[in-house]
Structure formats: structure tokens, C-alpha cells
């Protein structure tokens, strides 16, 4: 079945660090590929997407591209603030209507 | 523009009761989703609506879960005879609804904590 697998956290970094969360998926057929995040008291809401193979999304200094041979999705960043501080969750939908996510990655970056 | 917002933001109710949490979308958009969300875990797909009707319901883990959009646009998501492990955050979300589903946003709302003692 579909799946998201994604790097265990927390994950504590200091400021203007460079951050990498890892997602690999398992899916049949192209899925679209996405992360969200969560903020401490805030709901969930979409950071980027691909759509596509080699597609990268990009937001707010976060990438990920879309690589089908190694079916990933990285997070990164290349200067982590303290309000980077969140849950992050990859996901994937295929076909249908079905968004499988991932059980999240908490990031703590410290000042 | 207001956006998805659900109440109530927190339920705590005894083992056997029936609950009733509620779904307020985006205006206009025509897709809805239910999530339900673990502690630790991320959000495991409920159901979908398209419309007033349930275009997937594979994700509702027993008849104790039934979830209603009668007009389109509220959702009401009902648990009967709820048991303790019905505790989780259920979200939902909302999106335009357009045919390219994989280019189709979702905005999630807060969540409603349900506690089932």
C-alpha cells in the first residue's frame, strides 16, 4: 500500500543551521508529493509541493524536489530561524482522494 | 475571509456517549475532508466529500463513525457509543475541489480534541 516514511525527531538545531528532514514514500502510479507544518498552537497548513518527477517546491526558504528513482521528498533549508520551530509532516496522494501522511518530524532550533 | 473552522475546539465525553463535532469550510469550495490524528501521528484520512455526498468513506474505522454534508457545506462528523480510544484530534479540511486533485490545496482547520474517558 501507500506509505510515508519519514526521519524520527525531535530534530534540535541551532540558528542559521542547515536543516534536512528525510521522506521516502511508497506508492503505485505519480503521486503528488507535499509538506506541511504545523506551528506551536496553530493548525496545519501546506509548505510545498510537487506535482511531478524533478519538480521542486519551494516556500518561505524550504525546497524538496521530487526524486522518483529514490522515491524522496528532503526537506531542506538553508538557514533555520527559531520560528522554523514546528511539527513537519510529509504526505503524498495518488489517485484517488486520499492524503497519507507521515508521523512527523518536530524541529527545535534554539537562538 | 474566514477560514475552516470547527467546533467545538474541545470535547470531553464518558465512554458510550455519542458525539457530534462540526465542520465549517472555506466559502465555495466544494471538497471536505475529515482527518483524524493521533498523539505522535499525523493526520490518517476519514473521509471526502465532493459536494453533499461521501466520494471516499474507506477511512471511517467502523459503523460507529458516520459523517453528513447535507447542503454542501457544513460537515458534521457523528461517533456513536464512542470508546476510549476514539481520543485523537479530528481535523478537517477543505479545498477548491478542482479536477487536478494533485495541485489542490487543503486548509486545514484547528481541530476539535476529543477525550473519551
Known amino acids: 500500500g501507500n506509505s510515508v516514511t519519514q526521519m524520527e525527531g525531535p530534530v534540535t538545531l541551532s540558528e542559521e543551521a542547515f536543516l534536512t528532514i528525510n521522506c521516502t514514500y511508497t506508492?503505485?502510479?505519480?503521486?503528488?508529493l507535499f509538506w506541511y507544518v504545523q506551528y506551536p498552537g496553530e493548525g496545519l497548513q501546506l509548505l510545498l509541493k510537487?506535482?511531478?518527477?524533478?519538480d521542486k517546491g519551494s516556500n518561505k526558504g524550504f525546497e524538496a524536489t521530487y526524486r522518483k528513482e529514490t522515491t524522496s521528498f528532503h526537506l531542506e533549508k538553508g538557514s533555520v530561524q527559531v520560528s522554523d520551530s514546528a511539527v513537519y509532516f510529509c504526505a503524498l496522494l495518488t489517485g484517488g482522494f486520499k492524503t497519507i501522511f507521515g508521523a512527523g518530524t518536530r524541529l527545535f532550533v534554539k537562538a | 475571509g474566514a477560514g475552516v473552522s470547527q467546533t467545538p475546539s474541545n470535547k470531553v465525553t464518558e465512554k458510550g456517549k455519542y458525539v457530534e463535532l462540526r465542520c465549517d469550510p472555506i466559502s465555495g469550495h466544494t471538497a471536505l475532508y475529515w482527518y483524524r490524528q493521533s498523539l505522535g501521528q499525523g493526520p490518517e484520512f476519514l473521509i471526502y466529500f465532493q459536494g453533499t455526498g461521501a466520494a471516499d468513506d474507506s477511512g471511517l474505522p467502523n459503523d460507529r463513525f458516520f459523517a453528513v454534508r447535507p447542503e454542501g457545506s457544513v460537515s458534521t462528523l457523528k461517533i456513536q457509543r464512542t470508546e476510549r480510544g476514539d481520543s485523537a484530534v479530528y481535523l478537517c479540511a477543505s479545498s477548491q475541489g478542482g479536477r487536478n486533485r494533485g495541485a489542490d490545496t487543503q486548509y486545514f482547520g484547528p481541530g476539535t480534541r476529543l477525550t473519551v474517558l
Open positions: 506508492a503505485t502510479g505519480y503521486p503528488s
Open positions: 510537487a506535482t511531478k518527477a524533478d
